[in-house]
């Protein structure tokens, strides 16, 4: 299966860009990147995914590499409400095409 | 739209107890989920349901069984609770389970087993 890396935590003030990479280095042509995100005592929740082109929803941005070998999510401004772990997950046919395959993800701290 | 719900949403079990956790969804999907994840990991699959009438192991299925009762429910049963058991349960909910599918989850079930 091919795997995704992400830094254990990352910290950001409020009202500031927030960008959280994800490497994924064995990518195979089919997957597409996902993210998700758990808020604190909550299920996660579908924040944006995308295959090969930079990507905008009313959450988040998410732009990819040319070689689809690294991805970054950004946050345009953060607040103290996107503290949350911030999973990056591969779905294709190099992964279970059911399951969300999530890591232990990003843990995000926003300080005011 | 009440999305997933799950009941309850905390129990706590003695070793060897039975219990039945409850999923329901309300936005017609044809998927179906049970996800559990233990303090500091994150979530793996226990089973899921493609569709209404079928279920399939996912990555971590002994000690566990499930029902798809219908489109909208989908339960899951530990028949004799072990400590091992004790997590968080999601259950999520997702259109057809392609590879640009979102899944929904529910707000999860606490579960200590003692």
């Known amino acids: 299966d091919a795997k995704t890396t992400q830094p254990n935590s990352m910290e950001s003030n409020e009202e500031e860009p927030v960008h959280l990479p994800c490497n994924h280095s064995t990518i195979s042509g089919t997957d597409y990147i996902h993210w998700y995100r758990q808020l604190p005592s909550q299920g996660p929740e579908y924040v944006i995914h995308?295959?090969?082109s930079n990507v905008n929803n009313r959450m988040a941005s998410l732009a990819i590499a040319e070689d689809r070998k690294s991805s970054t999510l950004i946050l345009h401004r953060a607040t103290l409400r996107d503290a949350a772990v911030y999973y990056c997950i591969l779905r294709g046919n190099s992964n279970s095409g059911y399951a969300l395959n999530f890591g232990k993800g990003t843990s995000l701290l926003v300080t005011p | 739209n009440a999305g997933v719900t799950q009941t309850p949403k905390f129990q706590v079990l003695k070793t060897g107890q039975s219990m039945t956790l409850q999923c329901a969804q309300d936005?017609?999907?044809?998927?179906m989920y049970w996800y559990r994840q233990d303090p500091g990991m994150g979530l793996r699959l226990i089973y899921y349901s493609a569709s209404e009438g079928t279920t399939d192991k996912g990555e971590v299925p002994n000690g566990y069984n499930v029902s798809r009762l219908n489109k909208r429910e989908f339960s899951l049963r530990l028949e004799s609770a072990a400590p091992s058991q004790t997590s968080v349960y999601f259950c999520?909910?997702?259109?057809?389970?392609?590879?640009?599918?979102?899944?929904?989850f529910g707000p999860g079930t606490r579960l200590t087993v003692l």
């Open positions: 936005m017609n999907h044809n998927s």
């Open positions: 995308g295959l090969t």
């Open positions: 999520a909910s997702s259109e057809a389970g392609g590879f640009t599918d979102t899944q929904y």
